[in-house]
């Protein structure tokens, strides 16, 4: 799949449209999702165009994997659900309903999240 610089996270990245910024380096931008589904919803997106989680891991530079690795973990922290726990989720393709074809991570903390995915 070609990456579409027109998607959301791509507008954000230009400061075309506003976001509210959790953290940022040279690499990573992370911001709160604007629907939030737990106390602590923040997205984390590389600033290098890639698609999802797959394109990332297979062509992305080892210094983009390491800092953003590192990021979501400081974000974590940051955000205070270290201690009490977060999930990370990441969607890749139409059976996760990845909506916004730009790779981010969702940290998601604040109350017990519950079981991984809705049981069949
Ligand atoms: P996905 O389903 O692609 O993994 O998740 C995309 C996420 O982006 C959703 O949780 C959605 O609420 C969030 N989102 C979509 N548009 C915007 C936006 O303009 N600003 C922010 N902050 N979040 C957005």
Do not use: W
Request: hydrophobic share 40%.
């Amino acid at each position: 799949m070609a990456y579409d610089s027109t998607n959301i996270f791509a507008r954000i990245l230009r400061g075309e449209i506003p976001c509210k910024k959790a953290f940022e380096d040279d690499h990573v931008l992370a911001f709160h999702d604007i629907h939030p589904q737990a106390p602590t919803h923040i997205l984390v997106i590389p600033k290098g165009a890639y698609v999802s989680a797959a394109d990332f891991g297979a062509t992305a530079s080892d210094a983009e994997i390491a800092a953003f690795t590192r990021a979501v973990a400081r974000i974590a922290a940051e955000a205070g659900v270290e201690g009490s726990g977060y999930r990370l989720i990441s969607n890749h393709g139409p059976d996760s309903h990845q909506e916004v074809p730009h790779y981010h991570v969702h940290i998601l903390g604040g109350r017990p999240l519950g079981r991984l995915v809705t049981p069949l």
